[in-house]
């Protein structure tokens, strides 16, 4: 039997929608629980995986390391495209497709290595709240943008769903959270809710990111 895909990742990280898209596909993987976040040991304990000491990251069966979690899903998606989780190469909405997983990495995911940690580029303790006020400002206003552009059908691209929609179902979860997205957004609302309640995903929901009470904030 080929080796599993492995994933290093945590529950409610960005390894989520990589872990979505491997059980929707159906393919064998494990994860290596690894949250950078808690500490210097974690954190070096990953480094021979990604030296940035982020996850996630893919180990693939040939032994191929990945990170970046929007090449990840876009190579997923790609590489298994009877499942349909990505328009093909030359489907009309296959620029929209990477431009909007490429937003949601750039332009959204990567602030959070800021506000998760503003001591990293800002040095008075006491600026530390209002640095994290305006990067969720600066998020908001990124799906903001996303909702004014897209025209979605039954999810982001049309009428199959896509890793992006698993991508934009998780990292809508963080701050500054799914009740701001939804005003923001609007358009986008009913989407992301019908992918947290995506049926052939509700054991993978509950095991990996929860909907605890309040989740929504
Ligand atoms: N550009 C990376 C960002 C990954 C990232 O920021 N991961 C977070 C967890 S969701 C992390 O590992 N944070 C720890 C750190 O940056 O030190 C990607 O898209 O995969």
């Not at 990477?98 to 750039?106: A, E, K």
């Not at 897209?150 to 179902?169: F, N």
């Amino acid at each position: 039997m080929a080796e599993p895909f492995v994933v290093f990742g945590a529950s409610g990280s960005g390894s989520v929608p990589i872990e979505a898209a491997l059980s929707l596909l159906e393919l064998p993987y494990r994860v290596e629980e690894s949250a950078p976040w808690e500490g210097q040991e974690a954190a070096n304990r990953l480094a021979h995986i990604n030296p940035l000491r982020q996850v996630p990251a893919l180990a693939l069966p040939t032994g191929e390391l990945m990170t970046e979690s929007a090449a990840i899903l876009i190579w997923l998606a790609d590489a298994y495209p009877n499942a349909r989780l990505a328009p093909a190469l030359t489907d009309a909405r296959r620029p929209a497709f990477l431009r909007w997983m490429m937003f949601v990495s750039s332009a959204i995911y990567a602030l959070y290595w800021i506000a998760d940690s503003p001591a990293r580029v800002i040095e008075r303790e006491e600026d530390h709240a209002a640095t994290r006020a305006r990067l969720f400002d600066r998020i908001a206003r990124c799906w903001e943008q996303m909702g004014a552009q897209l025209q979605p059908g039954k999810y982001l691209l049309g009428e199959d769903l896509s890793v992006l929609d698993l991508y934009v179902a998780t990292v809508s979860r963080w701050s500054p959270g799914r009740r701001r997205f939804y005003e923001v957004a609007p358009g986008l609302a009913d989407i992301v809710r019908r992918v947290d309640a995506d049926p052939r995903l509700a054991t993978f929901w509950t095991q990996r990111f929860p909907f605890t009470q309040g989740w929504e904030r």
